[in-house]
Structures are given as C-alpha cells and as structure tokens.
C-alpha cells in the first residue's frame, strides 16, 4: 500500500480542498468522517483534522480520540482541528468578540518552526470561524500570530502535532501551499512519488490480479471518467472488457456516430445501441425533471441489461465513479439530499448480480484527465466538457418530443462548435443550450413569427460545486446568436444567462 495522509473529515465545505493540496504535492491521502475513522496502519504517515461549521463548544460538538494519533504521527489540526486539540488538552475556546472571517496577515512568525519554515511575516492567510483560542494548554507553544488572532498557530512541546487557526488549503493563504507542504513532505516525510505514471502502473497490476479471466461489462458515455476507466480495465483483461454505449436520443449531434469512432481508435471493444425510440416513449407527456430523470434511469437500466445479458458468463460491472461521488455518500451528515437523481452513486440495481470495479474511485476529476493523458487518450475525450447523465432530457424544459430534440441539438451544435472555432472551448467548463417552454414574437422576412426561445449556459469552474457565469465576448455571441436564429428552423430569440452557481445550479433542471 502507498504512504499516505489521513484526513479527518468534521464536515468543513473545504475539506475536499485539503485532499486537492496534498494531491498536488504527489502525496496520496484519503478523507474519513471523523465519526469512522480507520485504524492507524504503517502506511499512514500523517493525520490532519479538518475544519467544521461546529463549535467545539456545543454539546454534541464532532470528535474523535486524538490520543489514537497525537505522538504516533505527525497531526496537523486545521481551523476546528486545531480549536478541537487546545479544547480537549486543557486549553480555553471562547466566541470571538467578532466573528473572524476573511483576509489576515501574519504579525508574528517562528519561522525556525518546522511547520513555519519559509513563511514571511506579513503572509496573508484566510481566516473563518466564530470561536477563537483564548489559552493554550500548558505543554503547547505559540508559533504564528495575526493581529487580531494571538494564537493564529502553535505546536505541542516535543511531538509533531500542530494546530493552526486559518485555512491554508484555499487560494486567499497565499503561502498556504508551503505550509501544507512543510508538514506533509518535511514533518511526516512523504516522498512524493505518487504520480499518474505510478497510478496507471499499479491499478493495471491491481485490476489484473483482482479480475484474472473474468469477463466485465460497462456503459460508457463518451465522457472522461468512463472512457479512462475503461482503457484502465482494457489494460488489464484486454478482450475480456465488453463496453456498451447507448443512443438514448438525448444526446449531441452527431455524437453517437463520433463517439464509437473515438473508441474504435482506442481499441475499446464497443457495442454501439440504438435505443432512441424507447426513451421517447417512456418520457411522452412527462414535464417534471425528477419523472423525466427517472424515466430515462430506467430505461437505460432495461436497455443495458438487456445488452449485458447477451455476453457469456459476465462478472463485473465497470464504472467511472470518482472520489467526491465516494466522499459525499459516505460524509459526515451522511449522503446528501437528493438535488438531482443522476448525480447519486450508485450503479446498476442488484437484480443484475454483478460485482462492481471502479478503477477511478480514489481520483479528483483533475486527476483522472492526468492518467488519460499517461495512457494517450485523445485529447478530444479528456478536454471535453462534463454532459449531464440524462442529456439533453434536462436542457429541455417541459414534455420531451423529437421535434424539440433536433432543434436543441442543432442549436448546441452551432454553440459547441462555435467555442471551438473561437478558441473559447477550453476556456469554459462547461456549455450548452437550453430549449425554453415558451414561445416570443419575432420579425423574420417582414412576417410576424411567434417561435421559440432557447437560452446558451456557459461558465467556469474547477470541479462543479461552484461555478461562475462566463463572460463571452460580445461579438461571440452576437454572431452565435444571428447563426442560430438565421440557420434553425423554430427559434427567433436567443437570450445568455448570467446566473451564478449557487444561487443557480449550472443546469436549469
């Protein structure tokens, strides 16, 4: 097993960002909620408490028994970490006068501290929480300062356990890296040698000695994760990995014919499904976006099953699944409520008995564009945009019909395309357009028209969770707009949302 770090998880919205950090620094770690911790093995090298939206001081305040870690390994605790370790070794939390959110500077700095070491006085860091470590215990020091926050960070006299009040996983700490650094390479020792090279290597190994000459079976949709996890798998048993990829008509234009083309480059082994007429019939008359979900969730399902069952003697089903799929069904609070169906883990139902592999479910997005760039994936897979599970089922608001699905599509296709030939793809996250349930007035040829309106969405991002509106050019859109209305039959009104993600999320269902 790789050394790694141990990340306790209280709930804090940045705890995935302490996990990104420690990633960038070539060091594999793993998030637990603190409430299920696993035991302490050699390969742990280091353990870090996380931040909470909790006080330490409320009854049913998370916890966890830091004597299983303090003076076994180094520990770092961060914001509520740290209140958590000076709260249960004698030290005094109390409310802070105001509470301390935002920008601060480092007043004072041991910087001969292993922790502090390159860390300049006057290093902005970001600070957010309402309680404040008013005393610290006795056989713990001071070793950094703001000018509102006297203990800002200290460390246990003789042992590698440290705390520190600011968050040196966000952008705002802009030395925050560094100390991150200093405690994962230098004071746990971490060799850094976690790579994609390396990942490739030993999951191939893994996948070949977990699967032998079994035979697996997987969906795949054209995007990053599945096609990565799938050349994974196809490293390991080769012939043996049988891929299936389903037209549910709700896909881009052209997009079934350019996918399977993809994959017979890459040497996958894919059947291509034409299942279109199925789906149409199961969402006719269907306008709610969970029923339309749920209807093409169970259509995929039948098509799916259907297709697996045509293979002889298959055992596993391959997935895609990415580590914050496994981080939030298994968090703190438990999985979250559901937002959107299709975005919950969770494959196929049991009554297909497979057992599941899921080469990528230790791995940020990022991550997994990294290893299809270590296995030669086209860069055409690995740059393109996430596509929501359900397609173009979600981008049309109200009943589903192959009217409003041809339409749709040419109307993406003239977008999608043009962010390509304007050098503007790779600059979004994320694009599409939407078709809206409602008809406008237009002139077109002196005649009076009443057609449709569809809106573009395109925005920035780094994993989803958050995300801005886009800030095209002008004359971009200006000429999308003329492309669209001038070349598609059924739309004179073309309007761009400037909404941001939250309040908004990035689809419009």
Not at 29 to 40: A, G, T
Not at 283 to 311: Q, S
Request: hydrophobic share 40%.
């Amino acid at each position: 097993m790789a050394e790694q770090i141990l990340i306790l998880d209280f709930g804090s919205q940045y705890t995935q960002l302490i996990a990104r950090r420690v990633r960038e620094l070539n060091v594999y770690c793993e998030i637990h909620p603190f409430n299920n911790p696993p035991e302490l093995t050699d390969d742990i090298k280091g353990v870090i408490l996380s931040g909470s939206p909790c006080s330490v001081r409320q009854e049913d305040a998370p916890d966890v028994d830091l004597e299983n870690y303090s003076g076994k390994v180094p520990v770092l605790g961060v914001c509520y970490g740290a209140q958590l370790m000076a709260q249960k070794n004698g030290g005094n939390v109390l409310p802070s006068n105001i509470r301390e959110y935002g920008r601060a500077k480092l007043s004072k700095v041991d910087q001969h501290n292993d922790l502090m070491k390159e860390i300049s006085i006057d290093s902005q860091v970001w600070m957010s929480h309402a309680d404040t470590i008013a005393e610290l215990p006795d056989a713990y020091e001071l070793i950094a300062s703001t000018a509102s926050v006297r203990v800002a960070a200290f460390k246990k006299k003789g042992e590698d356990t440290y705390g520190i009040q600011f968050h040196p996983e966000v952008t705002h700490s802009l030395e925050g890296k560094t100390i991150l650094r200093n405690f994962v390479v230098h004071i746990c020792g971490c060799a850094q040698d976690w790579t994609p090279d390396i990942f490739v290597e030993t999951t191939v190994a893994g996948l070949k000695a977990q699967l032998g000459d079994d035979k697996v079976v997987m969906g795949l949709s054209g995007g990053v994760d599945s096609s990565v996890a799938a050349t994974l798998i196809h490293h390991a048993i080769g012939k043996n990995l049988h891929c299936i990829f389903v037209d549910n008509g709700l896909l881009r234009k052209n997009e079934f014919e350019d996918v399977l083309h993809s994959y017979k480059d890459m040497g996958l082994n894919v059947k291509g499904v034409d299942a279109r007429e199925q789906f149409y019939e199961a969402l006719k008359g269907l306008t709610d976006p969970e029923d339309k979900r749920k209807a093409i969730g169970r259509v995929f399902i039948e098509v799916f099953d259907a297709e697996a069952h045509k293979i002889q003697n298959v055992k596993w089903l391959g997935q895609g699944t990415i580590y914050p799929d496994v981080i939030e069904s298994v968090s703190v609070k438990g999985p979250s409520a559901t937002i959107k169906s299709h975005h919950n883990v969770g494959g196929l139902p049991d009554f297909m008995k497979l057992k599941v592999v899921e080469p990528l479910n230790t791995l940020f997005k990022d991550e997994v564009r990294l290893v299809g760039k270590t296995l030669e994936i086209h860069q055409n897979i690995l740059g393109r945009h996430p596509f929501p599970g359900p397609g173009l089922g979600i981008r049309i608001l109200g009943d589903i019909t192959p009217e409003k699905v041809h339409i749709l599509q040419e109307v993406d296709h003239i977008f999608i395309n043009g962010l390509k030939k304007a050098g503007l793809y790779d600059d979004v996250w994320q694009a599409g357009a939407i078709l809206l349930p409602i008809q406008s007035v237009g002139v077109m040829g002196d005649e009076r028209t009443y057609e449709r309106v569809v809106s573009l969405r395109a925005v920035t991002s780094v994993d989803g969770m958050t995300a801005d509106w886009c800030h095209l050019p002008y004359e971009f859109l200006a000429d999308v707009s003329n492309e669209i209305i001038n070349t598609v039959k059924g739309v004179n009104r073309v309007v761009y949302d400037i909404s941001s993600k939250p309040p908004a999320t990035i689809e419009w269902e």
